[in-house]
DNA sequence: CATGAATGAGGTTTCATTCAT
DNA sequence: TATGAATGAAACCTCATTCAT
């Protein structure tokens, strides 16, 4: 799996009719079940269906294979991510430019924190179902957000490149999956907040500095 | 294998005769290779054993089982790229803080650009082989080379908390993950260089500010 | 395996669809046949299956692994001897005690007989398999069915007690096995009959003598 | 293995130095210690060289494979019991007969009772190393031993044929095995030994008459 | 459309035995 | 003689996927 490129990782037919819909649904809160009772080993298809209360044949029906599945996963869980952060960039319009990172920093942290088992059990797989692509088409969607967002900022008017903000934005889910998959403790996870704020912070402020 | 605890990844028997020393050696290349070649789906023991010029049987006299020869492979390359920053740490004392911070994370870069591939093929196997047990490890002892280093740092005498250098190192070897995952070409590596260099100057700075 | 408890030997699934009924009365025939000619060596999962029509993966369908196979057709055999022994005191029920146990005796040396070949093949197996604990099941069973038996015995009243007669029954069973294993002629047989029905006969009246 | 003849079980050069006395002893007391520690399965030959501190190439040095190892043990282990029964009726010479069973029978049951976890573990191997054979020749010398008795017996002068006393032998330790396999509690091993005991007087007795 | 029985390549691991040192 | 590294056939078992019903 590991070099070939990826194909067919969309589900198969798109859902028209409300029993279709309802299984998918069940199909897809099948997978995180058995994602997060069994591990990526473990991982079946099978398990999925049964758990799902449908059969393997019908799973293939929607998903043309394990693959896509777990990739339809991944992605609803960083689109929820995604959004999230959107949403608190949103919200962050028009402020100082510390509290719009600040803003923005926590509202990843605590979609994460909020999704911290299905997180780490998507860790594991997202390397096999083409994560690191996933990944790079979320990075941008929040790239543009947060370029809309210091557009507006009180304090400032310039604004990081793209570069900066990319990199930005890899430290900071790169610490938290540390951190996650290490298992840290509520407590070490509000630290972690508090630090990412201002690893973000300062970081965007020198990038700014520099380029101008 | 995802939630099970890690047991048995050490090697199995250490070689008495000189025969024996040859073919650890090439069973811990022919991992690598097979690693590179294949990625990390058909990497099987089978064709570990083929590619070092033994039979599987041999192999299993060395290594218990599939996991611990990926172990001791993932735990050589943090080893390697943990010796090369303490040495980076270890040339920068007396420096002041800036200088510091930027020859650690020259030389954290410079390596994982060095072993971009097997860095890359490592990532995909981390996980099911006790990675990040191993990676706190190195963490650790990361730390405590740069606090030594701090301490020597000839415009600075205090030195940033644990926890932030802790953050620091994860956030770097975080962006440096999604780079080498997404296959950054050879500029953008050189552009990563610099960035992080900024975000962890402009971090520590900020954090041993705060402290005061 | 000889220390491990004894877990999951039960058949996976049960068959819902016509065609897996036939399978599974398949796998177990070619269990059987394969036992008989290649012994207990030589024995493995992947000849059951060929033997059987079916793939490796049919056959671990329906049994979760090798013990589990032999398991069941342990189960079957022994049962087969059970009830027949059973159904031999259930016809000599009210006749004179010392009939009752050459019924008894001869229906167990009987059935024995005509399965020779599968009883030695299987006492090979057995000790890997639960057999014991099978065994003693079966003694529980047949225990009952003779102490029904001898409490409408025409010419005694009293019984002997629970322990004599699985002594009874281990010595029988034990006495089988040695000629079996032994590859004893139908001659022996005949005359091994006999004597077993006199043994039993004896020690049951001695039992009995004592007891009161 | 199961249905083969039996080939080159003899250990293969006699011990002619102390050293070589000492090692086969070693490797002897070593396969009963693994026997008992690992079961039959888990018993390897490299295990065994192991624990009597020589190199698996010695071991094979003295038996020239894993049956011929399992099938001495045995053999020991079967001429340990024969000739404490043998003892045993050479002490009851001249006893009246009831008096010659119990003791030949006692002599069993406590040799038996004494080695209980050896002679499980015997019972898994001995089919496939040539046990069955092996139990017919210690038959024959507990035939001879027990007539040679009861022609001294003080209270009768016929003795039963050949047949009933092999029978009776068969019985004896067939109900021991079912016993020592069940995992009797020495409670129930007492208890057997004056079963025992009552069983092969009432059935020598009830042979004897027959005869006549 | 749904079902679930069947497939079978392929993976991991073991272990009796050999033979160069 | 002793050693123990090496062998490699062969066993068990899994699981993504298909297709007849």
Redesign the interface.
């Known amino acids: ?3 070939n490129t990826i194909t067919a990782f969309e589900p198969r037919k798109t859902p028209v009719q409300a029993r279709s819909a309802a299984t998918v649904e069940a199909i897809s809160e099948a997978t995180i079940q058995i994602l997060l009772a ?5 991982f079946t298809t099978t398990r999925v269906a049964d758990r799902a209360g449908v059969s393997v044949g019908t799973l293939y029906q929607y998903y043309p294979n394990k693959q896509s599945l777990l990739a339809s996963v991944l992605e609803n869980h960083l689109n929820t991510v995604t959004a999230a952060v959107e949403r608190a960039c949103e919200q962050a319009c028009h402020k100082p430019l510390s509290d719009m990172i600040r803003e923005m920093v926590e509202g990843f942290v605590d979609i994460k924190i909020e999704r911290a088992d299905i997180s780490v ?1 998507l ?2 797989v997202s ?2 179902v083409g ?2 692509a996933l ?2 088409k979320m ?1 941008e969607r929040l790239y543009r957000a947060i370029e809309r967002m210091i557009a507006t900022a009180s304090d400032v008017d310039s604004s990081p490149d793209k ?2 903000i990319e ?2 934005l ?10 996650l ?3 840290g403790s509520p407590a070490v996870m509000r ?2 907040r508090e ?2 704020v ?2 973000c ?3 965007m ?3 700014m500095a ?1 380029d101008s």
């Open positions: 799996m590991s070099t069994h591990g990526s080993d473990r059990a860790y594991r390397a096999d994560g690191p990944v790079k990075s570069f900066a990199t930005m890899a430290a900071m889910s790169g610490a938290m999956r540390s951190v998959e290490g298992g630290k972690l630090h990412l201002l690893l912070q300062s970081y402020a020198a990038a520099k």
